[in-house]
């Protein structure tokens, strides 16, 4: 674990230093990245959650009542959450890569945008939101394919709107979730899920591998837009600490790996980036 002290900064000046003194990075980014695209984050400055936490897999597969809330959430949050686009901070992180400056960069978000800005060597590490999995027979579908089916048997839902939540779903508390109707897979009539890894489901092994693999290749890793407040991310900040590799993390509040930070920018993303 480095000794350095966390030295936090209001303004961007040293992560330029930060980038050029270690060529080869491993990124780390979290839903900071996404709130300038509109989609809003999880957490409050100091760690806590903002809103009631998301479902779990245990409920959502042993719970057809859990099942019917998540899609109704899901069918009138994914209008907005589909159309969502590339903000600043993916750009950045785009042109990062483009000079050759990245080892990977893995993501804790699920809605792609770092792949429609323009960045390639990206590991989804909570899965893609914008696909849907049996889990009998394994076959995927588009979201967007699945969003005409949720609409067709439940037309009466097209018409609602709300404010948006975090997973690309919508905050409906109050309603009458009863006769919302959830389609089977189309092929063996299983159980579908969002292709992405809920809570207290395991993140699948050979991402894990690849972003360690990819961490030991860099010089340094950044944190960008990430409380690291779960372990799926916060266990890279852990690892780099143990290799001697420092780490900066562009973050508004408290992060898990605040002791193990040697630069801490409390900033936008977008801002704290603008350099790049």
């Not at 400055?45 to 809103?51: E, L, P, V």
């Not at 809330?69 to 042109?95: C, D, E, I, K």
């Not at 919302?180 to 009539?189: A, N």
């Not at 898990?256 to 040697?262: F, I, K, M, T």
Request: net charge neutral; with cysteine.
């Amino acid at each position: 674990m480095s000794s350095q002290a966390i030295e936090v900064c209001t303004h961007a000046a040293t992560l330029p230093e930060f980038v050029a003194a270690h060529p080869r990075l491993f990124v780390l980014t979290g839903a900071g990245c996404s709130t300038d695209s509109g989609i809003p984050d999880y957490r409050d400055a100091n760690g806590g959650w903002k809103r009631q936490q998301p479902v779990t897999y245990q409920a959502f597969v042993g719970e057809p009542t859990t099942r019917q809330r998540y899609w109704a959430r899901s069918l009138v949050g994914w209008r907005r959450f589909g159309r969502a686009q590339p903000n600043a901070t993916h750009h950045a992180l785009a042109r990062l890569e483009q000079q050759g400056k990245l080892t990977l960069l893995l993501t804790q978000n699920v809605d792609r945008l770092h792949q429609a800005a323009g960045s390639e060597n990206v590991v989804d590490l909570h899965g893609r939101l914008d696909r849907v999995r049996c889990l009998a027979c394994e076959y995927r579908m588009p979201r967007m394919g699945f969003q005409v089916e949720l609409l067709r048997l439940n037309p009466a839902w097209a018409e609602l709107d709300a404010a948006d939540a975090p997973d690309g779903d919508a905050e409906l508390e109050g309603r009458d979730f009863s006769g919302f109707q959830v389609p089977s897979c189309q092929r063996c009539t299983g159980l579908l899920k969002p292709d992405v890894v809920f809570f207290g489901e395991n993140v699948p092994r050979e991402r894990v591998d690849a972003g360690m693999q990819a961490l030991h290749d860099a010089d340094a890793m950044l944190v960008v837009g990430s409380s690291l407040m779960v372990y799926s991310g916060y266990r890279f900040a852990h690892a780099a600490a143990r290799a001697g590799k420092p780490i900066a993390a562009v973050n508004m509040g408290h992060t898990r790996a605040d002791p193990l930070l040697s630069l801490k920018i409390e900033q936008s993303c977008a801002q704290a980036l603008a350099f790049l």
